[in-house]
């Protein structure tokens, strides 16, 4: 039987991400709740979210392979998520501006027939340059910050901000694609495909 694929995402880069890998798939999104618990660190949150996205959409498409992602942004110990007004938008990226922080993706691939799967957390650190109030605000008035973890996006505008950036940048926009051929690989290997 061919094994068919869905995405567990309602974003549109991880659409676009995950056909760079060739997979022939469709997309069904997870509606979970996505708040961090006490003291869940970045790390943890998102390989939660990832597997809960994925189980959640499985048992809607049980014959088939899921594959989940979840991404935050993390900064000094504190987790940013996707901007809830104009305000907290412009708090997290006063936060960033000129300081060192990290985005953690994880991938999540989930069988619901065989009740088994894989989820792998990466990291990327990423250094902006000094922002000033005025791009901090002229930044607010695009459509960018709204759908993003910690309100920026570095596939548009917010790329000119980059100073420094260690790791793979497909981390940051929501999905690495060498870490969903690796899960895959994974799989195929422990199912002798
Ligand atoms: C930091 C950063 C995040 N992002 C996006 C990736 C994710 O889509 C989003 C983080 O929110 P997520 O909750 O991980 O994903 P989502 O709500 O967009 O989609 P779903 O839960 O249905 O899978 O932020 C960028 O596109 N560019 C960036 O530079």
Redesign the pocket.
Same mark, same amino acid.
Not at 29 to 32: K, L, S
């Given at each position: 039987m061919a094994r068919c694929y869905v995405?567990?995402?309602?974003?549109?880069?991880?659409r676009e991400l995950l056909a760079k890998v060739g997979l022939s798939f469709i997309v069904d999104?997870?509606? =979970?709740d996505?708040t961090a618990r006490s003291s869940e660190t970045p790390h943890d949150l998102?390989r939660r979210?990832?597997a809960q @996205?994925a189980i959640v959409v499985g048992t809607r498409h049980p014959q088939c392979l899921i594959i989940?992602?979840?991404?935050?942004?993390a900064y000094q110990g504190r987790i940013f998520? @996707?901007p809830r007004s104009m305000a907290h938008a412009q708090d997290m990226l006063r936060q960033l501006s000129d300081h060192r922080h990290q985005?953690f993706?994880a991938v999540a691939i989930w069988d619901p027939l065989w009740q088994r799967g894989y989820v792998q957390v990466d990291c990327t650190a990423i250094t902006f340059h000094a922002l000033s109030s005025s791009d901090i605000d002229a930044y607010l008035g695009t459509e960018e910050p709204w759908? @993003? #973890?910690?309100a920026? #996006? =570095?596939? +548009?505008r #917010?790329g000119e901000w980059i100073k420094e950036l260690t790791g793979d940048v497909e981390t940051? =926009? +929501?999905?690495p694609t060498r870490l969903v051929k690796k899960l895959l690989s994974h799989w195929d290997k422990e199912r002798g495909v």
């Open positions: 995405l567990a995402s309602s974003s549109p880069r991880r999104a997870a509606d =979970i996505e998102v979210l990832a @996205k989940g992602s979840d991404t935050v942004v998520g @996707k985005v993706t759908d @993003k #973890a910690g920026y #996006a =570095i596939q +548009g #917010a940051v =926009i +929501g999905l």
